[in-house]
T-cell receptor, first 107, second 116 residues
């Protein structure tokens, strides 16, 4: 059983569209992370959340602790946003990862 | 800072061979992790360390060993390589000031390993 579920698995959008990726988890967590993995394979951390909402440029991440749910939003999407977006949670000393959402933004 | 570095970037092993994947971080992070990533699957934890001299198993430790003699280095040893160990391996680190690993994780560039 995976502690972290993401949806959708794949997403194709036109440039400029508003995008939402969802993440649900099943147990109590210390924090939730959104990561980005580019086609070259490198993984970078976008956000770490334990409550509320964070914004960085065109990216917004929210978390609802009671509902055990988080969303990653991308406003005014651009082809350079094409990547795999991964949700992860920390439970104790360990990280648990979703399988990722593959996003393709078409010009 | 170089961040988290991994060597090698690519490696092909024959069944039964052994090798060590190197991981070094220069951020003075106390927590370090080894993951494997298989196609269509999330990252799976192999081993982790909360400080020099301390290691612990993750979800998929069989066939691997680790050591942590310094804060900076966390090598992963594969003994008797098997085709099931074909994967991309990522090393990561984070800092912990108490309350579990709740801080941003920094990843190395990955090692693509093929066992044939």
């Amino acid at each position: 059983k995976n502690e972290v579920e993401q949806s959708p698995q794949n997403l194709t959008a036109q440039e400029g569209e508003f995008i939402t990726i969802n993440c649900s988890y099943s147990v109590g967590i210390s924090a939730l992370h959104w990561l980005q993995q580019h086609p070259g394979g490198g993984i970078v951390s976008l956000f770490m959340l334990s409550s509320g909402k964070k914004k960085h440029g065109r990216l917004i991440a929210t978390i609802n602790i009671q509902e055990k749910h988080s969303s990653l939003h991308i406003t005014a999407s651009h082809p350079r946003d094409s990547a795999v977006y991964i949700c992860a949670v920390t439970i104790g000393n360990q990280f648990y990862f979703g399988t990722g959402t593959s996003l393709t933004v078409i010009p | 800072n170089a961040g988290v570095t991994q060597t090698p970037k690519f490696r092909i092993l024959k069944i039964g061979q052994s090798m060590t994947l190197q991981c070094t971080q220069d951020m003075n992070h106390n927590y370090m992790y080894w993951y494997r990533q298989d196609p269509g699957m999330g990252l799976k934890l192999i081993y982790y360390s909360v400080g020099a001299g301390i290691t612990d198993k993750g979800e998929v430790p069989n066939g691997y060993n680790v050591s942590r003699s310094t804060t900076e280095d966390f090598p992963l040893r594969l003994e008797l390589a098997a085709p099931s160990q074909t994967s991309v391996y990522f090393c990561a680190s984070t800092v912990n000031w108490g309350g579990g690993a709740s801080y941003e994780q920094y990843f190395g560039p990955g090692t693509r390993l093929t066992v044939t």
